[in-house]
Structure formats: C-alpha cells, structure tokens
C-alpha cells in the first residue's frame, strides 16, 4: 500500500474517492462527540463540569504527538526512498500538528487554572509539549527558509527525525519525574483508569480529532502537489 | 596523513580560527561575562538571591553564547569551498563534523570554562563549588556545542541563518540546560557534584557527542553538490 | 431557539473556562480546515486555467 501511495498520480485518485468520506465521518463524529461530551457526560465528581474540557484537551494533545510520528515516519520514507509523497506529507502536516500543540496547550492553560489554580506551570510535561510546539514552528521555518524543494524536504525531514526523541519523553514524562500534570489514565499497563461514561465519548472525540487530520492533511496534500505541479508548468511556459 | 592526524589537523585548525578571527577567545569570553553580568542588573544585587538564581543564569549566558557561535561553525568554510574539499578529502564527514565542533568548542567554550571561577564571585556562588562548577560548564558547553551543530548544518548557507540555526537549536537546548543549571544549582547548595542532574547532563553529553556529528554531516551534505 | 437556550443556559453553569476551551479548539480545526481547502482550490483553479491556456506562452 506504501509504494503504491507512493506514486502521485495513484494519491490523487485515491484521495479524490477517499476524500469525502473522511470530511463527512468527521463531522458526523463531531455532531455525536459534542453534545455527549458537553451535555450527555456526567459531570466529574471532583472537578465538576470544568473536566468537560478534557474531551478537547485530551485528543488535541494526542493528535499532536501523533501527527508527529506521522510526520517522523514520513521523513524516513522521504530520506530513504526519496518518496516525493511523503514530503509532501511532512510538509502539510506540519502546521496541522502545531496547531493541535497549540489547542492543547491552550485547553490545558484554561484547565489548569480552575483545577491546580494556575494557568502554567513548568512541569516535565508542560515543557516538552511547548519543546514540541517549538520543535513544529521550528520545522516550519526551516522548510520556508530554503528555495530548493527537494534540499528543503530533507532538511526538514533530518530535523524532525532529531527531535523525535521529544516524544517518549512527553509520553513518559509524567511517570519518571514528579509532576503536577495527571499521569496516564488511558494508555497505561493494566488498562484505562477512567470510568467508561467519560471514556466512550473521550474516544469518539479522539477519532473525531483524528479523521478531521487526516481530511485535512488529505486536502493540504492535494493542493501542494497541484501547486508543484503548476509551478513546473509555469516554468516550463517561461522557458518557451 | 593518517586519519588521526588529519583530524587533530581539523581540531586545531577549527580553534585557531575561532581564535584568530574577531578578537580571538577573548570575544566569547567577554560576552559570557556580559550576558552574566545582567543577572544582578536584572534581579537585583541581594546576595541570597543571586547564590540561588547565579548558577541557573550562569548556564542561560553558557547557552547564549552557544547559540551566537553557531553560524560561524559550518557557514564561513561552506562559502569558501573548504567544506567540499573536506568532503572529497577522503575522511568521513561524520568526523570532520566532530573535529570541527570539537575545535570550536576549544575556542568558543574553553575559555568561557576558564573565566568562571570569576563570574562564580561576582554571581555570589559559594567558593567550594567553583570546581564542580567548571566541570559542570566544560561538559555541558560540549553537549551545546555538539547537539548545536545539527542546526547549524541544516541552516548553513540559508538567508539569516544564524538566526534560524538558533532558532532550531533552542527546543535541543532545553535537556541540558535543565540538567545543568539544576546540577549546577545543586553543586552550589549541597556541595556536591551535582548529583542526578549532573549525570543526566553527562548522558546528554554523550548522546549529543554520538548521535551530532552523524545528523549534522547528513544536513551537511544538503548544502554540499 | 432551544438549543441557543440551551447553550447559552450551560454556558453560565459551566462556569468560564469549558466554552472559551471548546470554542478555541473547534474555532482552530475549523480554521485550519477552511484554510487548507482554500489553498486546494486556489491551487486548483489555477492549474486548470494553466491546462486549458493555449497560447502556450507566459499570459
């Protein structure tokens, strides 16, 4: 399926039927996800209803882990099969997953204060999820810096794979130092931590989070292949 | 030429350089006690203070300082050719990498070792830590420098990148400049070595001295054609 | 109207910081989504326009 993914022309066809189905699944997961999460969810018994916020944070945080594994993934595929697709793909991912590291960093300033009483603190978690919202913008900028196409991919994929280690280490982070930050509920030995009527709509949102990224990411594809392609035609015009 | 030779050749090539070009070690020197004298001038001359802040903010001008010698790691050779000569020269880029980083950090972060002892009084560290201090420096200069250098291949003849090189480097710096200050802090208040901190700082060290230069050669030969 | 009141009636139950969270990560992904289709269909427009152009010379 990768190498066949791998051809642009066979990613254009399959995006184009795959495309709307992923755009109208993740409205329909956000039209359940939403009402269950803000109305239907019992309200925590310590926190009350300010733990709803849980059901935006907690998906925005693990998006933006994961869109960086994407990402890391795609990088190798780049560097070591020069596959132009998953350039691609590390370059429209890129501002997707800095976004997701902003709404959880941001969801979590706004949790943070009504729980712990205040709106930062410089935990391990906290810092390596704003090392990783450095390590996007980062990639971003690194990727705008340079004219070369191809000598831009690669840069950006060296950097990314550089600073994949980040992502263990915000993973981990909450078992291997005291923080003040929740340790893991979810994905941890011996399973889920977390009463089923606040896990089922955490995970509708989770997927709701995470086809909403693959339609965009699908989209943001779609469009910097085309605008290569224009690019190549206009050079071509001008050369006569 | 042996390899071994051809890389002390680099080495000391590298720090003479750094040393010769712009006022020698005493530009980064005096700079890493300019950004160090800012801590009382920003927080105040209470000694308490600054027995507790000194360290921490000693480590943040080591990074600074760091971070403004970046650019001129890989640019200056890369726009005059001597990095493509290296490159056909026959000894694997991921060494001359290490030879190069090696002899910068001899000319841009030795002398900032050297010259803490000084800025230790004037921050109101207390005298007993000034070696592990020095030691704590030294090490943790090394690891900036090294894992410093991917940023710096991979921004090497960009527009503005020095700027972008630190820019990149500052998410890499984080680790060791919390293991260091905290080791740093700690040499200070216990007198000892810096416990915990300072051996995670040592495996940073490590990790940056082996996992850099290969990075920074890949990013490297980008720019190289 | 009964699901503005609605939302305006939790709104002030759930105190400051539960809507400004939802409206913030809805208002990003949205965002991003309308964003990145532009750009798609910016990019599209042009590409046909490029195809169907037959003087075959800069415009």
Same mark, same amino acid.
């Given at each position: 399926m990768i190498t066949a993914l791998a051809n642009p022309q066979r990613f254009m066809a399959l995006s184009r039927s795959l495309l709307p189905w992923l755009a109208g699944l993740?409205?329909?997961?956000?039209?359940?996800?939403?009402?269950?999460?803000?109305?239907?969810?019992?309200?925590d018994y310590q926190q009350g209803d300010a733990a709803r916020i849980m059901f935006?944070?907690?998906?925005?945080?693990?998006?933006?882990?994961?869109?960086?594994?994407?990402?890391?993934?795609?990088?190798?595929?780049?560097l070591v099969w020069g596959h132009v697709v998953a350039d691609v793909a590390v370059k429209t991912a890129a501002p997707l997953g800095a976004a997701?590291?902003?709404?959880?960093?941001?969801?979590?300033?706004?949790?943070?204060?009504p729980m712990w009483g205040t709106w930062w603190v410089w935990d391990a978690r906290l810092t390596?999820?704003?090392?990783?919202?450095?390590?996007?913008?980062?990639a971003m900028a690194l990727r705008g810096a340079m004219d070369d196409e191809t000598k831009a991919g690669k840069a950006c994929a060296i950097l990314v794979l550089v600073g994949v280690i980040n992502? %263990?280490? =915000?993973?981990? #982070?909450?078992? *291997?130092?005291?923080?003040?930050?929740?340790? !893991?509920?979810?994905?941890?030995?011996?399973? %889920?931590? =977390?009463?089923? #009527?606040?896990? *089922?709509?955490?995970?509708?949102?989770?997927? !709701?989070?995470?086809?909403?990224f693959a339609a965009m990411l699908v989209v943001g594809m779609r469009g910097e292949i085309l605008r290569r392609r224009v690019i190549a035609l206009e050079m071509r015009r001008a050369r006569g | 030429m042996s390899l071994l030779h051809a890389l002390l050749a680099i080495v000391l090539r590298d720090a003479k350089l750094g040393w010769v070009g712009g006022g020698g070690a005493a530009l980064p020197a005096a700079f890493f006690a300019g950004a160090s004298a800012l801590a009382p001038f920003a927080l105040g001359p209470d000694p308490q203070l600054l027995t507790k802040i000194g360290p921490g903010f000693l480590w943040l001008a080591l990074a600074l300082s760091a971070l403004v010698s970046l650019e001129r790691l890989f640019q200056g050779d890369l726009e005059d050719g001597t990095l493509d000569q290296l490159a056909l020269s026959g000894i694997p880029l991921t060494l001359v990498v290490a030879a190069k980083v090696l002899?910068?950090?001899?000319?841009?972060?030795?002398?900032?070792?050297?010259?803490?002892?000084?800025?230790?009084?004037?921050?109101?560290?207390?005298?007993?830590?000034?070696?592990?201090?020095?030691?704590?420096l030294a090490l943790g200069g090394l690891g900036l420098f090294f894992i410093g250098s991917i940023p710096a291949a991979l921004a090497a003849g960009v527009r503005r990148g020095g700027l972008l090189a630190a820019l990149l480097a500052l998410p890499l710096y984080a680790p060791p400049v919390i293991f260091g200050a905290a080791a740093a802090s700690a040499a200070a208040s216990l007198g000892d070595f810096g416990g915990q901190p300072f051996l995670l700082l040592c495996a940073f060290t490590l990790a940056a001295l082996a996992t850099a230069p290969p990075a920074a050669a890949a990013g490297l030969r980008l720019h190289l054609s | 109207?009964?699901?503005?009141?609605?939302?305006?009636?939790?709104?002030?139950?759930?105190?400051?910081?539960?809507?400004?969270?939802?409206?913030?990560?809805?208002?990003?992904?949205?965002?991003?989504?309308?964003s990145v289709w532009r750009s798609y269909s910016n990019w599209r427009r042009r590409l046909a326009s490029l195809e169907t152009d037959d003087s075959g010379g800069p415009t």
């Open positions: 993740a409205v329909a997961l956000f039209a359940i996800g939403l009402p269950w999460s803000l109305f239907i969810a019992p309200p935006v944070h907690v998906p925005a945080a693990w998006m933006s882990m994961a869109v960086y594994m994407t990402m890391a993934a795609a990088a190798i595929s780049f997701f590291t902003a709404i959880a960093l941001i969801t979590g300033s706004l949790w943070g204060q390596s999820v704003l090392v990783l919202f450095f390590l996007y913008l980062g992502i %263990p280490i =915000i993973k981990f #982070s909450v078992d *291997w130092w005291n923080t003040l930050h929740q340790p !893991a509920s979810v994905f941890r030995a011996g399973g %889920p931590a =977390i009463d089923p #009527s606040l896990l *089922w709509p955490l995970l509708v949102m989770a997927l !709701a989070f995470t086809i909403a | 002899g910068q950090w001899l000319a841009a972060g030795a002398p900032l070792v050297i010259i803490s002892p000084i800025l230790a009084l004037l921050l109101q560290i207390p005298p007993h830590a000034i070696p592990a201090l020095m030691l704590n | 109207m009964i699901v503005l009141a609605t939302v305006l009636i939790t709104m002030g139950k759930y105190g400051w910081f539960v809507w400004p969270s939802y409206a913030i990560a809805l208002g990003v992904i949205v965002g991003l989504a309308v």
